[in-house]
Every structure is written in structure tokens, then in C-alpha cells.
């Protein structure tokens, strides 16, 4: 019998998640199993919630690692949040914002969009002109658009609804550990984020966090939380408190890499990992343009950790994305929906986001096209 694992390749990760694994985080997640009530592991769970308060910049503190991937943050801050007939605003500029209305209109709320072109960020002036015709239980946005590429803008429109008592619910999927997220100052109320981006983890956990206002409104609800999974008035009672609850069993060894990779980047220091990811994003544009090539996104609004170039007439495709992982084992993203076979999605999140990375994409992209 053949194990299949020991042939997987090492392949370098530069689509857009998972993103490359510092060996210190590969090293935590094989650290020995312990109980999920051993009040070792509860210690840890209290310090892993410290970190990403640090992480989010927040003080809230319903701060959490969710069991699950991004989409069950994303579930998560909606079956919470939501009632039926709640009136529900989303802001749409790509897949991400698009699954949102998806999961909203499950619930039973009234849902409204607007929608912005892809590749664009969204229009605060349409925002505040929706905001002045109609009162919203909850307006939801993602940050950082991984479909695109675009940095939406979140502090303008916290600003927005700040006075109002509308909840401000946030996708920092992407964004979390590679860019500034100031989660009290941009006044968002819920935010999930998940692991295999920027926090440079496996995927496998979405860190949540809830202001006053949103627990305030999961504490005063009409009905029941419909998901019991997902239920964060029954997962707080694991997560916090001197007697912890078992509510499921928590993925012990998962936590340990999360616990690891926020340390990393707190040990390297925020402002330290942010500019790195800057300076990668610079120097890979600069490369892409010296080759001739487009990018989909201005300037302005462009994300330093996902990057959406314009593949140049007459490629396929297809052909140089397998090329590149079959003969020089470098992973790229490509396009999704209506950008499926326009543009291509080059990460630099957390690991990724290193010189000696770029060099070698560049040089095997050079051969290939
Ligand atoms: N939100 C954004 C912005 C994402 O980029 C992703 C995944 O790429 C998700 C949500 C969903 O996360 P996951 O695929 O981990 O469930």
C-alpha cells in the first residue's frame, strides 16, 4: 500500500489561501494532543483570544477562534445577528459579498444590495444615499476582496452608520495580519476572519469578535439561534468564564498553529509584517510592469497581500497555471465568475509575502510566457 501523502510536493503558495506555513506553525500542529478541558490547553485558549484582540485591535470581549474555515465566521455573525424580517444591507463587489446575500436571504431577512463593478471598490456616497432612504438592522461588507483584489473602504463607511443603530459587520478574511484592521476605531461591530491568509495557518478556524452592541443584540434576541453549531451564546460558555462548558470538542492541535502564527507575526510586530507587505506588493507590480502586463485594479485601492494582473492576449489560461505548478511547483488563483479567465490572482499573505518568492514566480512567468 502507497501513502499518498509522502508524494505531495512542496509547493510554493502564492493564489489567493492557503498561503505558505512557517515551519514553527507545522511544528505546533504536531504537538502532542491534550484534553480540551486540561487547564493547560484553557490557558492557551486565553491567550490565543489576547492575541487576536492585539490582532483586531479591539477590547471586546466575545473574541474567539469559530471551529470551521472563513465561511463558518461568516455563518456565524449572521445566525447570530439576524432574525427573521431583520433589514439587511450588503454591499457587493465580488464573490465574497455575493456568498453574504446568499447566507443573509437564508435566514428569512429582508436583504437589499448594491452592487458595485468588480474590480472597484465600493461608493461610499451610494452607500449614505441607501443609508438616508431606509433604517437597517445590519449593513455587511468585506474588506479585503479576495476575488478582485480591491481594499474597500471600512472606516469610511463605520463612519457612516456610527450614530445609527444599524450593526456593521465586516469580512477581514483577507485582510487580517496583513493589513491595518482597527476593529474599535472603525467602529465595526462583528468580524471574522480565518486562517489560511494572512495569520500564514492551515485553514481550519475563523477567529470572531463581537462589539457590546452585537452581543447586546444576540442577548435580547426574539428567537433561538437557528444553527446550534454555530450559537455563540452556547460557545461562550467554553470559551470564557472560570468553569468552562463543553460545548464541541474544540480542534486542539488547529489551535496550537493559530496560538503559534499569531505569535509570529505579534513577535515580528504588526506595523513590521504590514510594510513587508507593502513592499512585496511594490516590487511585484513593478516586475509585472516591466513585463508589460495590466493590472485589473487602480492604484488607490489596491490590496498589498492579493494582487489581480490582466492575462495578456492570446495566453491560455489554463495552461500556464498548470505549467506553473507542474514544472516549477508555484501555485497561482485564477479568475472567478465574470473575471473567470481575465485576470490572475497572485497572493503575498503572511509567509508568502517574502523577495525570494517573487524573484522565483517572476523568472518562471518570464520562461513561460
Ligand atoms: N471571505 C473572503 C474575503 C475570502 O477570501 C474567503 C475565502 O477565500 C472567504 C470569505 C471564505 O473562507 P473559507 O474559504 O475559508 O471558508
Redesign the pocket.
Known sequence: MKNQLKSIQDTLLMG??PSCVHPSVYNALATNTIGHLDPYFINLMDQIKGYLKILMNTRNRLTIPVS???????ETCFVNLLEKNDNVLILIN???GT?MEDVASRLGANVDVLKFEWGTPVIVDAVEGQLNKKNYDLLAV??????TGVCNPINEIGELIRKKKTLYLV?????LGGMEVKMDKWHIDAL?S????CLSCP?GL?PVSFSDRAVEKLNNRKAKVPNWYLDLSMITQYWSGKSRVYHHTAPINMLYGLYQACYNIIQEGMEAVFKRHMNMHNLLISELEQMGIQILVETQSRLPM?NSLIIPDGVDDGEIRSRLLNEYQIEIGGGLGPLTGKIWRIGLMGETAREENIIRLIDALKKLL
Open positions: 489567493p489561501g470551521g474555515t472563513g465561511s463558518a465566521g461568516m465580488g464573490v465574497f456568498r468585506v474588506h479585503a476582496e479576495t476575488s469580512d477581514c478574511v483577507t485582510s471574522y480565518g486562517t489560511q491568509k485553514p475563523a492579493l
